[in-house]
């Protein structure tokens, strides 16, 4: 795949806080990259970067082979940029804003007409065409700022929390539109919403502190989980010393009894993240526990990024 955005050592510092320590990556044709982190973490300093909002302290990025730094104007126009709080005119239309956009971007006519229409289409927008800005929802807000970043079709897509403020429907309908879009561009999302990552990411950063502390696909950091392979099993009998038994087997590693939505059970964990359900199984067949309830856990992306992110911050 083609190497769309070049993050190259970028540093970003104000005063005497360094916001961005060293990020370097690259995102390729085809990959929705997330961009998770905790709140200061220098995930919107970076997108900002990225765009040529705001100048690196030193690094810089190249994007479709245009630097961000010595060629702005060239790497400008293959960005659609999402900024946080998507800012607007407040007292323009999305129809007129959009225009204005059009017009900014060199489209006229026809074409500018062709390309509104499309970008109103993506985002659900024709209820609220001649609605002043200022008085739409955080929600119809965010869409205007999507369609802006739409408009004029651009290779890269750099999404800074696309779906803040939508309801769940709205949500479902942009992650349904990005992930339409993705064959063709690189896009990078920051986001905050773990579920956002397995909606719609190919890889995922964790980042704190301004450094990298991950990079992987969402199941590579799902596999770094304690709960990776763990095995939730529920009896119908709790006079069973089922955690003894389940303990000398030899690949489990710990056993805990837990009480959530599907009642009282037993977490069965493995050792250093190995399959455990075979060994688990023959064990319930062979002593004949009343199961009611046996199934392997996924790993869990928000055990990963609590792990990670916490240890940055001690």
């Known amino acids: 795949m083609d190497v769309m955005i070049d993050a190259r050592h970028l540093h970003r510092r104000f ?51 245009a630097d961000i730094v010595l060629d702005p104007i060239a790497a400008k126009r293959r960005i659609g940029y999402l900024p946080e709080g998507a800012p607007c005119y407040p007292d323009m239309t999305p129809a007129s804003f959009l225009g204005f956009i059009a017009r900014i971007r060199g489209f006229g006519g026809d074409e500018a007409r062709r390309r509104i229409a499309l970008a109103v289409e993506h985002t659900a927008l024709q209820t609220v065409l001649a609605q002043p800005i ?52 690189a896009i990078i999302i920051s986001t905050h919403l773990l579920d956002e990552v397995d909606a719609v990411c190919t890889r995922a950063i964790i980042i704190a502190e301004g450094r990298i502390l991950a990079d992987g696909t969402p199941a590579e950091l799902e596999a770094r ?21 389940l303990m000398r087997l030899p690949g489990v590693a710990l056993v805990e009894e837990v009480e959530d939505g599907e009642g009282r059970g037993l977490m069965i964990f493995p050792r250093d993240g190995r399959s455990i359900v075979a060994e688990v199984s023959d064990l319930v067949g062979t002593a004949q526990w009343p199961v009611t309830a046996l199934r392997v856990e996924r790993g869990r992306l928000e055990d990963v990024f609590r792990a990670i992110t916490t240890r940055a911050a001690a």
């Open 15 to 65: 005063g005497p806080i360094l916001a961005v320590d060293d990020v370097t990556f690259t995102v390729a044709q085809g990959e929705v990259l997330g961009f998770l982190g905790p709140n200061g973490a220098g995930k919107s300093t970076t997108m900002k970067m990225i765009t040529g909002f705001l100048a690196p302290t030193s690094g810089t990025a190249v994007i479709c082979g």
């Open 134 to 185: 200022e008085t739409l929802s955080k929600g119809y807000k965010r869409r205007v700022g999507l369609a802006q970043a739409l408009l004029h079709d651009p290779e890269i897509l750099i999404l800074d929390e696309p779906t803040d403020g939508l309801d769940p429907n709205q949500k479902h309908e942009v992650r349904a539109l990005i992930n339409a879009l993705a064959p063709q561009k």
């Open 225 to 245: 989980s304690r709960h990776h392979n763990a095995v939730r099993l529920s009896l119908a009998r709790d006079d069973i010393d089922a955690a003894g038994a």
